[in-house]
């Protein structure tokens, strides 16, 4: 049984005046306990309202979310607010993509820390105050008693992003969803939190949902990938076989666009043409049809459904041919 099992989970963005917005359109993966899933994409493909989503946290006016998503034998959206404030934190941790917004900047970080262990753990101020400080060395904050003083603009970059990882760990979650958890981090910080939460995943057993745009970051982290554009997952594979064999021209198109060292200096790289903006509605036919180079008139017109595949599923009407015939 999956831990997670996220069924045709749908987010349709509703403001008064405007047409109604579809962020996630039937979205579908399944995580088993210790895997490390991705969501790959573009920005604007749904990965973080995914996300957001499935921990409870859009605004409960101007949006409309339908599916299911089964933690373990509970379905997610059916729970009133005081019982998904029960799981999160304690069940569901979650690593938000900018730690500066997401850390309160008027409370001392050993606070925001040790108050996750009141809330869940049932912990005094102070034991909590302790492994809170523990937590902090163990994700590798040096100095972790005098950080806990100190507050979100004191700390760098790399320290704050340790920090929210403090948080969403300190109960031991058996899911830990990651938001692009690198993001505008050096190259040598990146490399350290990745580290850091392999080892993670690799000590405590707990499924991880990464959520990124960076390829190099599914390459060493993921197990299997799920590639999104538009709202829907367009392919999905192991990392192995999603790198060697992609099938789905923009699966294609992303891995093309990165720098490789085993080919010859000075080409240019792949370029997507067009921007995520340029699609069509799904039902009408492949979003990614305006921007495709193997676009034919079957990708329009009719809805392309998502298909299951040797490798795992695959959602296109002329894909990337394969370099060996199965």
Request: hydrophobic share 40%; aromatic share 4%.
């Amino acid at each position: 049984m999956p831990l997670l099992d996220v069924r045709d989970l749908s987010v349709v963005f509703q403001r008064k005046g405007t047409a109604p917005v579809k962020a996630v359109d039937g979205v579908s993966f399944t995580v088993e306990p210790g895997q490390t899933v991705g969501l790959v994409g573009e920005s604007g493909c749904g990965k973080s309202v995914t996300s957001l989503a499935i921990m409870g946290l859009l605004p409960r006016r101007g949006n409309k979310v339908t599916g299911e998503v089964m933690f373990e034998e509970t379905d997610l959206l059916t729970l009133r607010p005081q019982e998904l404030r029960d799981r999160r934190g304690r069940d569901i941790g979650m690593i938000f993509q900018d730690p500066l917004s997401s850390l309160n900047p008027v409370i001392p970080l050993g606070v925001q820390v040790a108050e996750v262990l009141e809330r869940h753990q049932g912990r005094t101020r102070q034991a909590a105050l302790k492994q809170a400080r523990e937590l902090l060395d163990a994700v590798g904050i040096p100095d972790p008693a005098r950080r806990l003083k100190e507050f979100p603009h004191q700390l760098s970059g790399g320290m704050r992003q340790r920090a929210l990882i403090a948080i969403a760990l300190a109960c031991k979650p058996r899911l830990l969803i990651a938001d692009e958890p690198t993001t505008a981090l050096d190259v040598t910080i990146q490399a350290q939190i990745l580290t850091l939460l392999k080892e993670l995943v690799d000590d405590s057993g707990t499924a991880l949902v990464m959520i990124t745009h960076d390829l190099g970051v599914v390459a060493g982290l993921c197990d299997t990938v799920n590639v999104l554009y538009a709202g829907k997952v367009v392919e999905r594979a192991g990392r192995h076989q999603l790198f060697r064999e992609p099938r789905h021209p923009y699966t294609d198109g992303l891995l093309q666009s990165v720098p490789r060292l085993d080919v010859d200096r000075g080409g240019r790289l792949h370029q997507i043409r067009g921007s995520v903006s340029d699609n069509i509605p799904w039902p009408e036919g492949c979003a990614f049809a305006p921007r495709c180079d193997r676009v034919i008139d079957d990708c329009i017109g009719d809805t392309v459904p998502l298909e299951p595949t040797r490798a795992g599923a695959l959602r296109c009407t002329n894909p990337v041919p394969r370099e060996v015939p199965v």
